[in-house]
């Protein structure tokens, strides 16, 4: 009787390690892949923002015209970006938490009971990880939306059919850039909240 239940035990804790390992190593690549996305296109949009306003400005163009494209500033674009590195900080901690479940994984698969992480341990690196996503994309959200606005309110200040000599309304690359960056952080912080709830409500279950 002993010896049946404990290969029931050691079945039901290989099960659990295989979902875990299999989940953590799914969320790490994909958190992993979005984040230098992010990550790629942040550092895109700082390096194209300081590239314009270290621009020299050609003679003969109006001061108001020239002090704008000298800066370089896109009004709100500077929240977004700063939204996008929190976003991007707080994923490495998403990551860090799914490396950890794949370490949980090996544990339970592990001969000796001694190497076992205890249910309770489980379930809290399950719960920081949706915590820490939920996080994440709250801020990438919020600098989604800045983004955006800032494309939005760019585009129907753009008279039609006329040349347009103020630079703040011209809808620029970077300003894309930032965007996409959001959004990409936004897949990560989901991919990652989405495999920690799922193996939370099958432990449950």
Same mark, same amino acid.
């Given at each position: 009787?002993q010896?049946?239940e404990r *290969? !029931?035990?050691?079945?039901? $804790?290989?099960k ?14 994909v958190?992993? @892949?979005?984040? @230098?996305? %992010?990550?790629?296109?942040v550092? =895109? @949009?700082i +390096?194209?923002?300081?590239? %314009?306003q270290? /621009?020299?400005?050609?003679?003969g163009?109006p001061p108001r ?5 000298? +800066? ?8 977004g970006?700063?939204w996008?590195v ?5 994923? $490495? ?6 490396f950890r *479940? ?5 544990r $339970?698969r &592990?001969a000796?009971t001694?190497q076992?992480?205890t ?9 920081l990880?949706v915590i820490v996503?939920l996080?994440?994309? !709250? ?7 800045? =983004?955006?606005g800032? +494309?939005? =309110?760019? /585009?129907?200040?753009?008279p *039609?059919g006329v ?5 703040t ?8 850039v930032?965007?996409v @960056?959001?959004? =990409?952080?936004?897949?990560a &912080? ?9 193996v939370f409500?099958?432990? &449950?279950?």
């Amino acid at each position: 009787m002993q010896t049946s239940e404990r *290969q !029931l035990l050691e079945s039901k $804790l290989g099960k659990v390690g295989s979902v875990l390992r299999l989940t953590g190593w799914i969320g790490l690549c994909v958190q992993i @892949a979005f984040g @230098a996305i %992010s990550l790629l296109m942040v550092l =895109s @949009a700082i +390096l194209g923002r300081n590239f %314009s306003q270290a /621009a020299t400005v050609a003679p003969g163009v109006p001061p108001r015209v020239a002090d704008n494209l000298g +800066l370089g500033l896109t009004p709100g674009i500077g929240v977004g970006i700063f939204w996008a590195v929190s976003g991007i900080v707080v994923l $490495l901690c998403g990551i860090y938490f799914a490396f950890r *479940q794949t370490r949980f994984a090996k544990r $339970l698969r &592990h001969a000796d009971t001694m190497q076992h992480p205890t249910k309770s341990q489980v379930i809290n690196i399950l719960r920081l990880g949706v915590i820490v996503g939920l996080v994440g994309m !709250l801020l990438t959200i919020i600098g989604g939306g800045v =983004s955006l606005g800032v +494309l939005f =309110s760019k /585009a129907i200040a753009q008279p *039609q059919g006329v040349a347009i000599y103020d630079p703040t309304r011209i809808i620029r690359p970077i300003d894309v850039v930032v965007a996409v @960056a959001n959004i =990409s952080g936004i897949a990560a &912080h989901f991919m990652g909240t989405v495999g920690s709830l799922s193996v939370f409500e099958w432990l &449950h279950r």
